[in-house]
């Protein structure tokens, strides 16, 4: 006799938290600490919008979570690394009219959003094969940071024996912009090839912070998710964080809120018939 199996549909690994944002959880190889997970934050900036929340315009120095709430904002990340001051990027950061740090320096990527003109909503801009020159005019909002890898796709962080937490920023394919996130420490130059491994389809990737202060949080109605960094070789060398450090300059999600479900009705059932 023949039994024929029901088809299990797979599920996407991405859930929608609200329009235009997902969010997915994915292993990553074993790491010498922690739970070696990686959090994905992945937005069409078609449907959300990306926000700078910086000290230097918006207040002093705070956790991800608490410049979000603020904002009411549905997600965050670390904008990127500072200087002593606590307050400025380490390069460009330009947002709408405010500078926060005027100074290109020689990194080969930014982030670009806040369009003008009809031009897609965001992206991360490689100098070493994009026009910087021709896309400035294009964009209001700049956020400078290290390149993670090529035009081509190739990883170019040089492997070293440092590790640590890790907060990025990514772009894929699509054209979506992806806020990644890992506690358990891992070399950048290993942690670029475990990220391309989970064929996230990424195009660009941009480096924003490391071990305690690199943070990652998502916020809907129902809960808010809070992932922080702990370890970094030389600095803070365990495993053991649970402070949410504050930092200076965050970039956010503004969106929508997922329409309501409305529950199915009860199923109508009918009385129990006497035989």
Known sequence: MLFLLPVLALAAPFEPIAVGVEFAEFTL????????????????????????????????????????????????????????DHRTNTALLLDQGHTNNATLTADNTLVAFNAVNGTAGARIVDRSCDDLDALRPQYTSWVQGIRMLSCTGKNVWSQQPKKWSHAVIGEDRAGRILFIHARSPYTTHDFIDHLVSLKLDLVNLQYAEGGPEAQLVTRTASKTRIWIGSYETGFYERDDNRDEWPVPNVLGVRAKPLPEVTPPSDVIRHPKREP
Do not use: C, Y
């Open 29 to 84: 190889p074993a790491s010498s600490h922690g739970a070696s997970r990686a959090h994905v934050v992945r937005i069409d900036p078609s449907k959300a919008e990306l926000v700078i929340r910086t000290a230097s315009r918006d207040g002093d120095p705070r956790s991800v979570r608490a410049w979000l709430e603020e904002a009411d904002l549905v997600a965050g990340i670390n904008a990127g690394m500072f200087q002593q």
